[in-house]
């Protein structure tokens, strides 16, 4: 429900029960001065027939008492009076009056007691009025009396009227107060706080031009005020967010700019340092076949240094192009344990070089859908390294499997471990700690941009007291990549 409904309930809900009650109260006044007027009324006219009915009966002039009673019915006939002697019997009464039970108990009160007795019948809503007064004979032992019943019909006939109109005014006083306050809560309430709902339900989609109107010098007012400057307020913010947006994109540019030509002079370098070294090895072999083209033995010898350089470019160029044009995963449906012993048989001879065994076991399920030969090259990657850190004797171990989402590649060597200073590097291009054994510092960055465009993941942890285990996770299916 709204303000403007409520406070009109709620005040017109106050005026019922406060006017209501000052009715409620001025008709029981109203209904307490009938009775007294009535009472009075009835008390006047049977102390007037007192003094005649006593003088009557001491006389025994009994016609003076049926003359003065007929004589009374002609001027009021809706007063029944009963004259009763010494002995309780009705000595005299007003035409057409009949005597009750009632009017007999009055008559007994009266004999014996000194005041007048008075009795509305009944008590709440009164119908009868009944007055008996006590009449003296001439020995005070003996009395008579007299009993009057007066009809009270008009008596509620005038409460029933001053009700009915007590009723009236207090309706028209709650309608009159329920109109004028519905019209001023619509006013000075509803209409303001229908204008600030409108201009919120504005700002939160996204319009924060607010057109200024008149407010009033009220809370409400206040109010309204205090959400245009919050508006105004938010625009600015809103001005100040797009303007460090737009410095933010334009940083962005200018540090991706940076970053491309930081790689692109990281790559000249490697490319000067990777490639020069082996064309200074080709430039003076073939000079070398030149002065001794005669000798056979030397061409050989120089034509399979010449093979051996040329595909040591050849990789170089090769990794280099793997990072910077690297085409999309084509998934399929492969085994990955006979897939990874096929990349361990490639790199046997190395190890058996090196005197570091290779074992492959397979830890749980080894089907997934993914790029075999990026796969190949991933696994190749990580062998390569663990080679070049495992000690002369030890072992490098590979092993996959995982869970029913995952299948989980991990390769571990004996080796001295991953220090602290190197670990936030080791996934950056161009970064090696084996330059001086002919590391280019790209083999964890391609397994690292492969791994992710497969939604999966790679860690590098270092075991203690050494050693180092890497750790690959992809998703069986691509489905599960946003998990």
């Not at 003296?136 to 009396?145: I, K, L």
């Not at 109107?213 to 967010?241: C, I, N, P």
């Not at 590979?398 to 571990?412: F, I, K, N, P, R």
């Amino acid at each position: 429900m709204r303000l403007a409904p409520k406070l009109t309930i709620a005040i017109a809900a106050s005026a019922l029960l406060l006017f209501g009650g000052g009715g409620a109260l001025q008709l029981r006044v109203e209904e307490h001065d009938l009775r007294a007027v009535a009472q009075n009324e009835a008390l006047l006219l049977g102390r007037s027939l007192q003094t005649a009915f006593e003088n009557a009966l001491r006389d025994r002039q009994i016609e003076d008492v049926t003359e003065t009673l007929g004589s009374l019915a002609r001027v009021d006939p809706s007063v029944a009076i009963y004259v009763f002697d010494e002995e309780g019997l009705l000595v005299g009464a007003s035409s057409r009056a009949r005597a009750t039970e009632g009017t007999m108990r009055i008559e007994g009160l009266a004999r014996g007691s000194v005041e007048p007795v008075v009795e509305f019948e009944p008590t709440n809503v009164p119908r009868m009025l009944r007055v008996g007064l006590r009449l003296r004979d001439e020995t005070p032992e003996s009395s008579s009396a007299i009993v009057l019943e007066k009809p009270l019909e008009e008596l509620q006939r005038d409460l029933e009227n001053t009700r009915r109109q007590i009723g009236l005014t207090i309706l028209l006083f709650v309608v009159f107060v329920a109109g004028v306050t519905w019209a001023i809560s619509r006013q000075y309430v509803g209409a303001p706080l229908g204008r600030l709902i409108a201009g919120m339900k504005q700002v939160r989609e996204g319009d924060l031009v607010i057109p200024p109107v008149a407010r009033s010098d009220d809370e409400v007012g206040e109010t309204q005020l205090e959400f245009e400057r919050l508006v105004r307020e938010l625009d600015a913010a809103r001005a100040r967010a797009d303007q460090e947006q737009e410095a933010r994109r334009r940083v962005e540019r200018g540090l991706e700019h940076a970053d491309k030509l930081i790689t692109l002079g990281q790559l000249s370098a490697v490319m000067a340092h990777e490639v020069g070294s082996p064309l200074q090895v080709l430039e003076g072999r073939a000079r070398a076949l030149l002065k001794h083209a005669d000798d056979a033995a030397a061409t050989r010898r120089t034509a399979e240094m010449l093979l051996e350089q040329t595909t040591r470019i050849t990789g170089i160029v090769g990794q280099m192009l793997s990072i910077t044009r690297r085409r999309p995963p084509q998934r399929i449906r492969i085994d990955a344990e006979p897939l990874l012993r096929r990349v361990a048989m490639l790199v046997e001879l190395e190890a058996r070089r090196r005197s570091v065994l290779i074992d492959v076991t397979r830890a749980g399920e080894t089907q997934l859908a993914a790029d075999p030969d990026q796969l190949q090259q991933v696994a190749l990657n990580l062998l390569r390294n663990a080679l070049d850190a495992a000690p002369s004797g030890t072992a490098v171990r590979l092993s996959v499997g995982g869970d029913e989402a995952w299948l989980e590649l991990q390769v571990d060597d004996d080796g001295p471990g991953v220090s602290e200073a190197v670990r936030p590097h080791l996934f950056e291009p161009f970064f090696t700690t084996k330059a001086d054994r002919g590391g280019s510092g790209l083999g964890l960055s391609v397994v690292k941009s492969i791994v992710q465009e497969h939604g999966g993941t790679v860690e590098v942890v270092s075991r203690e007291p050494s050693g180092c285990s890497v750790r690959v996770r992809v998703p069986r299916t691509p489905d599960r990549e946003a998990a």
